[in-house]
């Protein structure tokens, strides 16, 4: 784990290696998404069509495979 310091204007430092590891470069986007009692900083693709394409490639539909996790979450 990484820590960082708030600066008196709200701003934070990503350390070298998150931002190496992520390639996050001077001028990018990110996203800070609050969950309650997390908050996340995800990194806005500068191709957001082809990363993202693909990833609901499956036989069965979208509605049934969350209609059968639902069920799976409400069994456990």
């Given at each position: 784990m990484?820590?960082?310091?708030?600066?008196?204007?709200?701003?934070?430092?990503?350390?070298?290696?998150?931002?190496?590891?992520?390639?996050?470069?001077?001028?990018?986007?990110?996203?800070?998404?609050?969950?309650?009692?997390?908050?996340?900083?995800?990194?806005?693709?500068?191709?957001?069509?082809?990363?993202?394409?693909?990833?609901?490639?499956?036989?069965?539909?979208?509605?049934?495979?969350?209609?059968?996790?639902r069920?799976?979450?409400?069994?456990?």
């Open positions: 990484k820590t960082t310091t708030v600066s008196k204007k709200g701003r934070v430092l990503i350390p070298k290696v998150i931002r190496e590891k992520y390639n996050i470069k001077k001028g990018d986007r990110v996203n800070i998404v609050d969950y309650g009692n997390v908050i996340s900083l995800i990194p806005i693709s500068k191709d957001g069509i082809n990363t993202s394409a693909g990833i609901f490639n499956s036989k069965k539909s979208l509605t049934k495979l969350l209609l059968e996790d069920k799976k979450e409400i069994g456990r």
